[in-house]
């Protein structure tokens, strides 16, 4: 069956530019993460979504970034005004449930130039 | 805090067996996971421990979880050069969101 999907699997930007990732999880899981892949900070947690809902952003590294999951299915991660710090892998991971094995996208590559 | 850490890099010959070690500090946690990474590709759960066990063995993986020490294992026996990729330890607690605190990675290179 399908697994995670992420959209799209590279993206090169400017800096100042705003990005929109996009997730696919696996058709029926109702719990989504977001998570960040840099050389400088390794995988870090950014928000968790229980269906629509967001009940944990507490990841989120600044007000640039938002995200938002519709339908129970897809999620968007957006990042406003990009730095150059903000280059990493943007891996995304959904679960049943909460508390369920996590199966991983392969990520989306964000470079800011 | 949550804080998992990880040796970088370790290097095995073919058929030896490799043991891939990490720390974490937060005692509150309940589940203790192994995950590899290989080039380009997302992460892939191997297995899981939960903190009141002290072992667990799949096939070729080995699971030591020492609880006092907060230090956990993966053994591997007779690694391949399949099997070269970046190793993450991750914990979660049984409560809130259940996200993974990951360590920083443990590059495996197998040599043949």
């Known amino acids: 069956g399908a697994g995670v999907s992420q959209s799209p699997s590279n993206k090169v930007t400017e800096k100042g530019k705003d990005v929109e990732l996009r997730c696919d999880p696996i058709?029926?899981?109702?719990?989504l993460y977001w998570y960040r892949q840099s050389l400088g900070q390794g995988l870090e947690f950014l928000i968790y979504?229980?269906?629509?809902?967001?009940?944990?952003k507490s990841g989120l590294p600044s007000d640039r970034f938002s995200a938002e999951r519709t339908g129970g299915s897809v999620s968007t991660l957006t990042i406003q005004r990009t730095q150059q710090e903000d280059s990493a892998v943007y891996l995304c991971?959904?679960?049943?449930?909460?508390?369920?094995?996590?199966?991983f996208g392969p990520g989306t590559r964000l470079t800011v130039l | 805090g949550e804080d998992v850490e990880q040796s970088l890099f370790l290097s095995v010959r073919e058929g030896d067996s490799s043991v891939i070690n990490c720390t974490y500090t937060?005692?509150?946690?309940?589940?203790l996971y192994w995950y590899k990474q290989e080039p380009g590709a997302g992460l892939q759960l191997l297995t899981y421990?939960?903190?009141?066990?002290d072992m667990k063995q799949d096939q070729r993986l080995t699971v030591l979880l020492n609880k006092k020490d907060k230090h956990l294992s993966l053994r591997i026996a007779d690694t391949q050069t399949g099997d070269s990729a970046i190793y993450f330890c991750?914990?979660?607690?049984?409560?809130?969101?259940?996200?993974?605190?990951f360590g920083s990675g443990t590059r495996l290179q197998v040599q043949p």
């Open positions: 937060d005692s509150s946690s309940t589940y």
């Open positions: 058709s029926g899981h109702t719990a």
């Open positions: 991971a959904s679960s049943v449930r909460r508390g369920d094995e996590q199966f």
């Open positions: 979504f229980q269906g629509n809902s967001a009940p944990d």
């Open positions: 991750a914990e979660s607690m049984d409560t809130g969101r259940r996200a993974l605190t």
């Open positions: 421990i939960f903190s009141n066990m």
